[in-house]
């Protein structure tokens, strides 16, 4: 059994919540910036940088990235 998440690379002063409906609008470049109001809502309290979201992913498909492809499209 293992696991797949998803990091991000952001200076924030608490460890950040997203959702999948967030996540997925990240990967669909719904959501571009770190200060957005649907990740502010998730992290009531956290000082979110005016930051663009730089979205990276795996070229090869592989298990993993249908698994998490599969949990984005349910969200």
Not at 8 to 14: A, I, K, L, P, T
Not at 40 to 58: F, K, S, T
């Amino acid at each position: 059994m293992g696991a797949v998440v998803a990091f991000y690379n952001v200076s924030v002063s608490q460890q950040l919540k997203l959702d999948g409906t967030t996540l997925a609008n990240i990967y669909l470049l719904k959501i571009t910036r770190w200060n957005d109001a649907a990740i502010a809502a998730l992290n009531p309290g956290v000082n979110l940088p005016d930051q663009a979201i730089i979205v990276v992913h795996r070229s090869e498909g592989s298990g993993t990235t249908d698994t998490f492809t599969d949990y984005l499209s349910k969200s």
